[in-house]
């Protein structure tokens, strides 16, 4: 058992992660730091965490593991934040969902990228935000994804690694950019697609009218558009370049779409139609077993 | 208590429709007919409907009222071949998507639109299709919407409100194109988005993997695409001009997000993710209440 893990940021996926750690002991103590001790007093109080200091490197001080989980626009201040409290053997791993924007973070903070800095990427989530949101269960069955770098060390790798099978986890590692790639594609695309969806919706004439008639399909669709605002502006910043790339071909197969509807062709549209739920079905099938 | 219903075409909603009315004991008799026998004999075997027969005329004749629930460009079809069962009083309505088509279809088929015919179109579903996929419970607390034309007899539009009310439904009244414009909005699109978005992924080089890491959001954001292909062909066909409006009002605005990523303007993404995330929000607390 590690002796201390210390959390920055203490919402959704933070929070979810102390409980878990909590549950399976993973560490004598689990200490949170943030910027709202309201929450961070409330985390104490319901046993999320052990202990909260509003003080950064207090927080960290005697630190096994730190965890950085804030949105990326605010890695940089945080790796610069905690530099005082960090000793030989201190990991460092952070949540962000865009990790070439976490590594540049790092190399502008310490030139040299910690040999003990593990850039990972739980993919699990609510559209709910805040501690009062998280539960131990959170991660069970999700996949993390694990990013080190050419000179990570193994040990650091390693004790990230535990960190999330205790939480119920499966742990996959792979390279900085294919994960931005990936994620691009899987996560942050749908995200702008759905708050896209309900902006145009927004600006309709008769839209609170429209509204009304928003059927299930609508509400699965858009769930995503009620993430926090904060969290996805930044990932938007962050993994710009692999998010740019998608939404370019995004938009040019919709064009194609939209082609096949003005020209009326019922046999492309039901070709795209039927491949897409194909794919959508197997994937499905192979997420659930 | 109504004589007998006849439903053509026993999918999910029709199938829905049934073992609801069956429940509630709206008419005496519900009777189905279809294209697959197999399909009928489960319904009849389970208890879904109470008799079928393959002959449209034959499961027709008798029936106070005929429901229409096959795809929209199946109806133009089916309205042709009931001709022959119709009496002076039968009353006649669909369950399709669209609602222009269906009328212009009737207008076709019958030259003079027959005032007993009330388009309709509950508004709710699942992804899956068939029969054996339907459920009493399908049209609780969900909306329908029913479209008559001026000169529709107001007895026969109570007589379908009444059956729909009977399911668990509430009932709105609307224009033809108001309906087409807002469906447009709130499940035309957001199928296609849907489609199109497992579509570029399944044409990207490393799809299957990238499917591997499909978390949550994605899984809620595509369950529409996993819709019937035909029955969305027909939609997109039959409810093409203002598909088309709102597609590119959503293609222009895509296109304004993508600017907002392409020149790193944060404070208008955070803008436009808050707006979206507030109307969403908004419009979920009032379809709970």
Redesign the interface.
Same mark, same amino acid.
Not at 246 to 251: E, H, M, T, W
Not at 272 to 277: D, E, S, V
Not at 279 to 284: E, F, L, Q, S
């Given at each position: 058992m590690l002796n201390q893990v210390t959390i920055i940021g203490l919402g959704l996926i933070g929070g979810s992660l102390a409980r878990a750690l909590k549950q399976q002991q993973f560490a004598a103590r689990i200490v949170a730091t943030g910027r709202d001790e309201s929450q961070l007093r409330w985390a104490v109080e319901n046993g999320v965490v052990d202990a909260y200091a509003m003080d950064i490197v207090e927080a960290c001080t005697g630190a096994d593991v730190i965890v950085l989980a804030v949105p990326l626009?605010a890695m940089a201040t945080c790796l610069q934040a905690i530099k005082p409290a960090l000793q030989a053997t201190t990991i460092i791993t952070d949540v962000g969902s865009a990790k070439a924007s976490v590594v540049a973070a790092a190399q502008q903070v310490f030139e040299q990228i910690p040999e003990n800095f593990v850039p990972g990427h739980p993919?699990?989530?609510?559209e709910k935000s805040g501690v009062q949101a998280s539960f131990a269960t959170l991660f069970q069955n999700?996949?993390v994804?694990v990013t080190p770098l050419t000179h990570t060390q193994e040990r650091a790798v390693n004790t990230v690694r535990d960190m999330w099978l205790a939480t119920g986890a499966t742990v996959?590692q792979m390279s900085v950019e294919y994960h931005d790639?990936?994620?691009a594609?899987?996560?942050h695309?749908?995200?702008?697609?759905?708050?896209?969806?309900?902006?145009?919706?927004?600006?309709?004439d008769?839209?609170e009218?429209?509204?009304?008639?928003?059927?299930?399909?609508?509400?699965?669709?858009?769930?995503?558009?009620?993430?926090?605002? +904060?969290v996805?502006?930044?990932i938007?910043?962050a993994n710009?370049d692999a998010?740019?790339e +998608?939404?370019?071909?995004?938009?040019h197969?919709?064009?194609t779409?939209?082609g096949?509807?003005?020209r009326?062709e019922?046999e492309a549209?039901?070709t795209?139609?039927?491949?897409?739920?194909r794919?959508?079905?197997?994937?499905?099938k192979?997420?659930e077993s």
């Open positions: 626009g993919i699990a989530g609510t999700r996949r994804i996959d790639e990936v994620l594609a899987t996560s695309l749908p995200h702008l697609l759905a708050y896209g969806l309900v902006d145009t919706l927004v600006n309709l008769s839209s009218e429209i509204f009304r008639f928003a059927a299930g399909g609508f509400r699965d669709f858009t769930r995503i558009a009620s993430s926090d605002p +904060v996805w502006r930044d938007s910043l710009r998010i740019l +998608v939404l370019a071909r995004y938009r197969d919709l064009d779409l939209a096949y509807i003005e009326s019922g549209l039901q795209l139609f039927a491949r897409a739920k794919a959508r079905d197997k994937c499905m192979q997420l």
